[in-house]
């Protein structure tokens, strides 16, 4: 099935008549335009791209508001995002390419790649800290259970800070000796921590293929899936097609990032997997019709079937119930697996609309993305916006699952 083959104008339908798409109504579907305009119009948001994908196909893919409020550029398709954490998959996935190949196995303690890490400690207050019962493993990475922090909050916060953790200016094997001698937050497997991980997975990456950690994601993911236009350096030709970043400040939307002066626009020092960087709607959802069609994608294999349900069933210990990023923050019936959030159990105290088996992540300035294995359905939803919020996903997620008519 070509992944392409077929989009349909949708916004030219007569608002009083329906058809199925691929099982999906259209006007069910076109609900999503004024749902959408009604956010910009609110200042949730400047402009966004909404992709809707069913059984391989292209079902919804529209623009809405501007890539550029302030020079009046609207939206396009081949709008370019920065999708800060959805490169996080796409580093799971390199890495269990790896794993595939015989260079690394899960269960590889990371002191076998980066033997700077080989001995960890845990903290237990300000001035104490013991030893690490074991050694973090490719596996903890994976599904963020390595014990790692982050530099944004939390008690590690401020040491990650002032021992140069957080420095992006500095090449990712610096970051790797930065954190060396720092303790953990807590035992590796005790607890869900979002935080370096994919960062270090890049590290463990780069030493297992003995390539740069950016070379491994172009050979194994960007060029053999045809993401021409997912890379760490907006190029001279693609500059423009950049959207400008958005911060909500008392209730107004101002530019974070500029898109003529944007840091993407250059070669950046620090190539990490946790985030860095820019793709597009189309892009992104080639690797994702990849991953839903089992690791296959135009008849060439990237991961095994069995490797890539890993990916998106829950793999995280019983004891550690749900992913959450602190007291108020708990998301319940949703675990992680080696690569994605996944709904694995129904709970509506966290995303109540979430098809069961359902699993995804985001990216800091509010992108998104969804898959319904059941459903055969794929949304990807973009935007530039700061600080991150739901209120795509969660405001279209709706809309979406009521237009699956069979």
């Not at 009604?38 to 809707?52: D, H, W």
Request: net charge neutral.
């Amino acid at each position: 099935m070509r992944l392409f083959a077929t989009f349909f104008m949708l916004c030219t339908l007569n608002a009083q008549e329906d058809s199925l798409v691929q099982g999906m109504s259209t006007s069910e579907l076109a609900k999503i335009r004024p749902a959408v305009e009604e956010m910009i119009g609110a200042e949730k948001l400047v402009g966004g791209s909404v992709l809707v994908m069913r059984h391989g196909e292209i079902v919804y893919h529209e623009q809405f508001g501007h890539r550029d409020r302030e020079k009046k550029l609207p939206m396009e398709k081949d709008t370019l995002f920065r999708i800060y954490s959805m490169t996080k998959g796409l580093t799971s996935a390199a890495t269990l390419m790896l794993c595939e190949e015989g260079k690394m196995t899960l269960d590889d303690p990371i002191g076998l790649h980066l033997p700077s890490l080989k001995s960890q400690s845990v903290l237990l207050s300000e001035t104490e800290k013991e030893a690490a019962l074991r050694n973090t493993t490719v596996r903890d990475l994976l599904r963020h259970t390595s014990g790692y922090g982050n530099s944004w909050g939390g008690p590690l916060g401020k040491i990650y800070r002032e021992n140069g953790v957080s420095n992006r200016g500095a090449p990712l094997a610096q970051m790797i000796e930065s954190v060396a001698p720092l303790p953990l937050l807590y035992q590796p497997g005790e607890r869900w921590v979002y935080g370096l991980s994919s960062d270090v997975l890049a590290a463990v990456i780069a030493s297992a293929a003995q390539q740069p950690f950016e070379k491994v994601l172009q050979d194994k993911l960007l060029i053999p899936l045809g993401m021409t236009d997912t890379f760490f350096q907006v190029p001279a030709e693609k500059a423009h097609r950049l959207a400008v970043q958005y911060r909500k400040r008392k209730e107004k939307l101002t530019i974070a990032d500029s898109a003529e002066n944007s840091s993407y626009l250059k070669d950046p020092v620090f190539k990490g997997g946790g985030s860095g960087l820019v793709s597009t709607t189309t892009d992104y959802a080639i690797f994702l019709q990849m991953i839903a069609n089992g690791g296959v994608l135009n008849e060439i294999r990237y991961l095994r079937e069995d490797t890539v349900e890993l990916m998106r069933t829950n793999q995280l210990p019983r004891s550690i119930e749900c992913i959450s990023f602190g007291e108020n923050d708990q998301r319940h019936g949703t675990g992680f697996g080696l690569g994605f959030s996944v709904k694995y159990r129904e709970d509506d105290r966290w995303d109540p609309h979430a098809a069961l088996g359902e699993y995804g992540w985001g990216g800091a300035a509010s992108t998104h993305y969804w898959i319904s294995p059941k459903d055969h359905l794929i949304v990807v939803t973009m935007e530039q916006t700061m600080p991150y919020n739901w209120n795509l996903e969660h405001g279209l997620k709706p809309l979406i699952y009521s237009a699956i008519k069979k």
